[in-house]
């Protein structure tokens, strides 16, 4: 079956270290996001891809970045960990922009812990 | 710019008891609406999701939900609440054309024995 996958499931870093989020679809769906959920807030966009090599920013994109060489994989990472960044991500996939009422296929999450 | 307001944070209903978990959305153009359910420590699973054919949505479990245009409110009911309802729910509003998911802050629901 096909399905969307994320490593690591738990993850504990220090301020200031490079953390990478891997985010892997057997979807074959051209778009792929990043979301973070926070207490209050529900999920919110960080960046999201329509295709390889095609990233965009998010509502919250400050201090993430994604890079998209093939289909399959999203990787999310943080340039220098801050702690309120500690929060449960989580990757997301959907077909072509081109089908109405397009839903998407979550993966189990992150959660991230910034001490 | 669309939006989406889901009236109470926390909802708590005995087992056996109806359901209704309130969505209100702002859309310019027909949104697409959806209901996601999140159970603790898991992803999120799409409950059902409004696609014009049909005003009134049936899910999966047993959720339905209305789409209220004049109203501008997507509901989710359930006739009778089962303790494996307990979780939280997302009302969702897809952006026109691109495909962006913007999210209610969820409603948490407790079911009681």
């Known amino acids: 079956d096909a399905e969307i996958t994320q490593s690591p499931r738990h993850k504990i870093t220090e301020t200031g270290r490079q953390v990478t989020l891997a985010c892997h679809q057997t979807w074959n769906h051209n778009n792929m996001f990043w979301y973070r959920q926070d207490l209050g807030h529900g999920l919110r966009l960080i960046h999201y891809?329509?295709?390889?090599?095609?990233?965009n920013k998010g509502e919250v994109s400050d201090g993430y970045s994604v890079s998209r060489s093939n289909t399959e994989d999203l990787p999310l990472t943080l340039e220098s960990a801050a702690s309120s960044q500690t929060s449960v991500y989580f990757c997301?996939?959907?077909?072509?922009?081109?089908?109405?009422?397009?839903?998407?296929?979550f993966g189990p999450g992150t959660r991230l812990t910034v001490l | 710019a669309q939006s989406v307001t889901q009236l109470d944070s926390h909802v708590s209903v005995s087992e056996g008891t109806p359901v209704l978990l309130r969505c209100n959305y702002s859309?310019?153009?027909?949104?697409?609406l959806f209901w996601y359910v999140q159970h603790p420590n898991k992803g999120l699973q799409l409950l059902l999701k409004?696609?014009?054919?049909?005003?009134l949505v049936k899910g999966i479990n047993g959720f339905e939900a209305e789409f209220k245009k004049s109203e501008t409110s997507f509901h989710l009911t359930k006739p009778s609440a089962h303790m494996s309802d307990a979780a939280e729910y997302f009302c969702?509003?897809?952006?026109?054309?691109?495909?962006?998911?913007?999210f209610g802050t969820g409603t948490r629901l407790q079911v009681f024995p």
């Open positions: 997301a996939s959907s077909e072509s922009v081109a089908r109405p009422y397009n839903e998407q296929f």
């Open positions: 969702v509003v897809s952006e026109v054309g691109n495909d962006k998911l913007i």
């Open positions: 891809s329509y295709g390889v090599h095609d990233t």
């Open positions: 859309s310019s153009y027909s949104p697409s």
């Open positions: 409004y696609t014009s054919a049909a005003t």
